[in-house]
C-alpha cells in the first residue's frame, strides 16, 4: 500500500486504525460494542456503537489526528459540527428503529460520546509505523481521550 502519494488513502489508513483503537479502548472500559462504521443510508454515519449496561446504547464519534503537546489542543473535537451532529443522531435513531429487538425495552438512553485519538509523533514517524503495519506501536503511541455526552444525551 502506497500511503506516501495518496493523503486520502493516508487519512483513511490513520482513521480506521482510530475507530479500531477506540473500540479496544471501550471494550478494555467494560463496554461491548455492537457496531462499527454503521451506515443508515443517506443519513449519516457512526464510527461505534457499544453498550456498558442495561439501560443506555453509546454512539461514539472517533477524530484521529497527529496534535499539539496535549489533548485540549486535539482539533477533532472542533471537527464535529452540529450539522456532524445531527447527522449522527439521526443515524443512531435508525439504528435503534431497525434494532428494537437486540435493543430491549430497558435501554432508553442514548448517549453521544466522542472519542479522541491523538499522535505526538511527526508525520513522517506516524507514516513510517503505518507503512510498516507496526499495530502495536501505533497502540504504544496513541492517546485515548474518552468524552462522554459529548453532544448530547437523549431518553
Not at 59 to 72: D, H, I, N, S, W
Not at 74 to 96: E, L, T
Not at 119 to 141: E, F, I, K, N, P
Not at 146 to 153: K, L, Q, T
Request: no cysteine; net charge positive; proline share 3%.
Amino acid at each position: 500500500m502506497d500511503l506516501t502519494a495518496n493523503t486520502k488513502k493516508w487519512r483513511q489508513t490513520l482513521g480506521n486504525l482510530g475507530e479500531q483503537i477506540a473500540g479496544d479502548y471501550l471494550e478494555a472500559m467494560g463496554f461491548v460494542v455492537w457496531a462499527r462504521n454503521y451506515r443508515a443510508a443517506r443519513l449519516g454515519e457512526v464510527d461505534l456503537i457499544a453498550s456498558k449496561d442495561d439501560k443506555s446504547i453509546v454512539f461514539a464519534e472517533v477524530k484521529t489526528r497527529m496534535a499539539g503537546p496535549t489533548l485540549e489542543d486535539h482539533s477533532g473535537q472542533w471537527a464535529i459540527d452540529p450539522r456532524k451532529q445531527r447527522k449522527i443522531i439521526n443515524s443512531a435513531f435508525h439504528f435503534v428503529d431497525l434494532n428494537r429487538g437486540k435493543i430491549g425495552p430497558h435501554r432508553r438512553i442514548l448517549q453521544f460520546d466522542v472519542v479522541l485519538i491523538d499522535y505526538h509523533l511527526s508525520r513522517s514517524q506516524l507514516l513510517t509505523l503505518l507503512v510498516a503495519g507496526d499495530l502495536a506501536m501505533l497502540r504504544q503511541h496513541a492517546k485515548v481521550l474518552h468524552i462522554p455526552e459529548a453532544f448530547g444525551r437523549f431518553q
